[in-house]
């Protein structure tokens, strides 16, 4: 009894001592003010990140270093796969130095990086990527040099055969080599006058027979056609062929297999730099048949697509509850441009007479003012300088207007008053067909019958590339006047025949010069003129008819959030990036 006693009491004891020295009750958890402790559905929105523009492009040690940039884990993982419909039947070359079409290239953006990149959804602005910083060129021993400081820790995707490495020096110099080599590249004529060198595994120097601005060498050494960087491992053990289909890159989603005319799977680059994607992977679906692409969206087998440039379009699909309809710049500018090796369009007057003949307000009805808007020369002057506004055209009388009666007299003077046939294909992508039918009709009112044959995207780039059309129509972006000027009216560029075929489909070579002095003048004013005059002679010389622009269209499931805000891009598409998710 004793013994009980004596451990009731002493349990009685420890109460008490328990009781008087706890502590003050704390504060209910329900008692805590909501900031905090963020919750899941709270993440930071993009918007609320730092804006591209508080970081000067100009001063390299401006730039913030990468690890200043917002991280994804900031927010937590949604994961999930976005399943995006592309406007073309089936892969055409990812090889980056050979994606020429809207659907290639919006596939190798997410594949690969390049030294740097323009801010995602804003292509007016550049940001480091593979680089640490945003260099300044150095003249040096009468040639100008940039040096390019890589970040380290940048891993190589892994491939057959091929483990994942260290992206160095060596596979950038090996990179920029290929592009500027017309054999393997289709963009080499943009590295004419540039050697690249390893001057160690962290250090790349670039350097250039005749300096440029960076307005104009940025973009070539930025995430757009040839400055997309490849890993040399993979690309010698891949081979040409192989690399068509099996993109290997260090960017966000890694390639993982392609279903011919069906799809290619992407999945989440754990090992990225930038840190590990919100998105499990992309589904990258070959839709040509817009009809089935918007189903799918509005059905929900499909979370973002390629849309139509065309009013009515959007503002049917704006109509529906679950959709965003997305339409932003870069606006592509389409142009006709005639083949003066097919007869009659030798002739000064019948190419004039066809330009009198066609008429961009019906044009642009095609698309609407919403999308599209017209332009008077190949440079776009609304977005670019160089470019010839309605009133300067006007001013020198080269505006071609309307006028039906002066292009059958034309005609008619040339000896061709009932006309004649014309051939040609168009793509079966909304935005070329249309306008070859329109052109079409305009045509049909001075006699002239052309004949338009639809085929897959790929097919009209190959044969538009071998000479067979007459007359071409190009929808395309280029990045500055000098891009646009040489890739389509320099001798060297000529289809077939130049000494770095790519897009002078007139095989016109009659501002050369202009071109070149344009390039290497360091007065911007005078550089200006010089790219307006070569524009004047063009229209002189009535080898290409400029048509409209017409902005990006894109629909997405209002679940999909890009990441970043749209106002322009030069990949042709909204960007898919680490920082893309899948809202539940």
């Not at 309809?325 to 870069?330: L, W």
């Not at 055209?393 to 006309?419: F, H, P, Q, R, S």
């Not at 001075?446 to 004949?451: L, S, Y």
Request: hydrophobic share 40%; glycine share 6%.
């Amino acid at each position: 009894m004793k013994i009980k006693l004596s451990v009731m009491m002493l349990l009685a004891l420890a109460l008490v001592i328990i009781v008087a020295c706890a502590p003050a009750p704390t504060p209910a958890p329900t008692a805590a003010p909501p900031t905090a402790a963020p919750k899941p559905t709270e993440p930071p929105k993009p918007t609320d990140a730092p804006k591209p523009t508080t970081a000067p492009t100009v001063a390299p040690t401006a730039v913030p270093k990468p690890t200043d940039v917002p991280k994804p884990t900031t927010a937590p993982r949604t994961g999930g796969t976005l399943r995006f419909g592309q406007n073309v039947a089936d892969v055409g070359n990812l090889d980056p130095h050979y994606a020429t079409t809207t659907g290639d290239r919006s596939l190798v953006d997410m594949v690969f990086n390049a030294l740097i990149r323009y801010v995602p959804g804003d292509g007016s602005k550049f940001e480091p990527d593979l680089a640490t910083a945003l260099p300044e060129a150095k003249v040096v021993g009468g040639k100008q040099e940039w040096t390019f400081t890589l970040r380290k820790g940048v891993m190589c995707h892994p491939t057959e055969g091929v483990p994942a490495y260290e992206l160095t020096s060596d596979d950038v110099v090996y990179s920029l080599t290929k592009s500027a080599d017309a054999k393997r590249s289709a963009y080499a004529g943009e590295y004419t006058g540039m050697t690249f060198a390893a001057v160690d595994p962290y250090t790349v120097k670039i350097t250039l027979d005749q300096p440029l601005s960076s307005v104009l060498f940025f973009p070539k050494i930025a995430n757009y056609s040839g400055g997309f960087i490849v890993c040399k491992k993979a690309a010698e053990k891949l081979g040409a062929d192989k690399m068509k289909t099996n993109p290997v890159g260090t960017g966000p989603f890694v390639f993982k297999s392609y279903s011919p005319k069906e799809k290619i799977e992407l999945v989440a680059n754990d090992k990225y730099f930038r840190g590990m994607p919100q998105l499990d992977g992309v589904s990258f679906r070959y839709m040509a048949d817009l009809s089935s692409r918007e189903l799918g969206l509005l059905g929900g087998q499909l979370d973002a697509i390629n849309g139509a440039p065309d009013k009515a379009w959007v503002d049917k699909l704006a109509k529906s509850a679950n959709v965003q309809v997305d339409v932003f710049g870069v606006g592509e500018v389409a142009t006709l441009h005639f083949n003066p090796t097919v007869k009659p369009l030798d002739q000064l007057a019948v190419r004039q007479a066809i330009a009198y003949a066609l008429d961009r307000e019906e044009f642009l009805a095609l698309v609407g003012d919403k999308v599209g808007g017209n332009v008077y020369s190949f440079i776009p002057a609304q977005f670019l300088a160089g470019g010839l506004t309605q009133a300067e055209v006007v001013a020198k009388g080269l505006e071609y207007k309307t006028d039906i009666a002066k292009a059958k007299k034309m005609l008619a003077d040339a000896g061709y008053a009932n006309g004649f046939p014309l051939s040609m294909v168009t793509s079966e992508m909304t935005g070329y067909r249309v306008l070859y039918e329109s052109m079409q009709a305009q045509l049909a009112k001075v006699g002239i019958k052309a004949d338009v044959k639809v085929v897959d995207h790929t097919t009209m780039h190959d044969t538009i590339r071998k000479n067979l059309n007459a007359l071409v129509i190009y929808i395309a972006w280029r990045p500055n006047a000098d891009a646009y000027l040489t890739r389509f009216f320099h001798s060297d560029s000529i289809i077939i025949t130049g000494k770095k075929p790519d897009t002078n489909f007139t095989q016109y070579s009659k501002i050369d010069k202009l071109i070149e002095q344009a390039r290497f003048e360091t007065d911007a004013a005078k550089q200006v003129t010089l790219w307006k005059d070569a524009e004047v002679q063009l229209l002189q010389d009535m080898i290409v008819y400029p048509i409209q622009y017409q902005n990006q269209v894109y629909a997405r499931s209002k679940a999909v959030d890009y990441g970043h805000e749209l106002k322009s891009v030069l990949a042709l598409y909204p960007g898919i990036t680490e920082k893309t998710r899948l809202v539940k």
